[in-house]
């Protein structure tokens, strides 16, 4: 069974920055697409970004392009996500998720494996 451990959360500045990281448990193929997700208390859960693991183009929800970045450890089996310039509104519960095949979908349904969470606070 595959287990999806997201860490780097905790309390940031506006215009800080913070790199979330995703470490998976069990084996994971390498056809899948790996995504950030995040949920704000009372909202529905929001597409971040997304990475296929074999390669190809990243993307990202309009609201964090230019501001965030995901990237991976092929040998660390690890994806992260680098959050610069933070604002406010990015205050949530972070996810990493997982779903087969090379398509960065955007919907939560769609993905197989999620992780527990890891909290992003912006605050001054």
């Known amino acids: 069974q595959v287990q999806l451990v997201e860490s780097g959360g905790g309390l940031a500045h506006p215009g800080g920055s913070l790199r979330l990281s995703c470490a998976a448990a069990?084996?994971?193929?390498?056809?899948?697409?790996r995504a950030w997700f995040r949920q704000a208390p009372g909202k529905e859960r929001e597409f971040v970004g997304g990475?296929?693991?074999?390669?190809?183009?990243?993307s990202y929800a309009e609201s964090v392009k230019g501001r965030f970045t995901i990237s991976r450890d092929n040998v660390q089996n690890t994806v992260y996500l680098q959050m610069n310039n933070l604002k406010s509104e990015d205050t949530a519960v972070y996810y990493c998720?997982?779903?087969?095949?090379?398509?960065?979908?955007?919907?939560?349904?769609?993905?197989?494996?999620w992780g527990q969470g890891t909290q992003v606070t912006v605050s001054s």
């Open positions: 990475i296929p693991w074999s390669g190809g183009s990243m």
């Open positions: 998720a997982v779903r087969p095949g090379t398509r960065i979908a955007t919907m939560a349904l769609e993905y197989n494996y």
């Open positions: 069990g084996f994971i193929s390498t056809n899948t697409v």
